[in-house]
């Protein structure tokens, strides 16, 4: 399986906040995506804390045997990013308020895991055609 990652500040914002990671192993690859919150405070850094977190403690547990670890472990390491955002919201007055969304996919040939946290979004392409995968956590789609 051959990934590529490639990030972009477009023509519309003058930062980028967007980070991904590719964190390979032999039996999987787990792919993420943060998107700074713009409009926030340190949206650039809250991606960057986030994604580098992940690429520093994903492989502890790999390879994972069974889907639930993955998820588990997952769970585990976004509630740890979370409480590393709020810990350097705490001592960074300037950096209160600051959020990023995050998209993580874990592929192997046993099982696949997504998942994610605000509006960024994972498709799949098949066929020619896109599929949305992902669901939108933010106040419009709830509104829908």
Avoid: W
């Amino acid at each position: 399986m051959k990934i590529v990652g490639k990030s972009d500040i477009g023509k519309v914002r003058a930062k980028n906040e967007d980070q991904y990671a590719i964190i390979r192993e032999k039996d999987g690859v787990f792919v993420l995506v943060c998107d700074g919150i713009g409009g926030h405070a340190a949206g650039e850094k809250a991606s960057h804390l986030v994604a580098k977190h992940f690429k520093t403690n994903f492989k502890i547990h790999m390879p994972f045997t069974h889907v639930n670890h993955v998820k588990e472990h997952v769970e585990m390491l976004v509630q740890q990013a979370n409480d590393l955002l709020i810990k350097q919201a705490q001592t960074h007055k300037n950096q209160q308020g600051m959020g990023t969304t995050f998209v993580g996919l874990y592929v192997s040939k046993e099982f696949t895991v997504l998942v994610n946290a605000g509006d960024s979004r994972c498709y799949g392409f098949k066929d020619d055609r896109l599929t949305l995968l992902s669901e939108d956590h933010s106040y419009v789609n709830q509104l829908v």
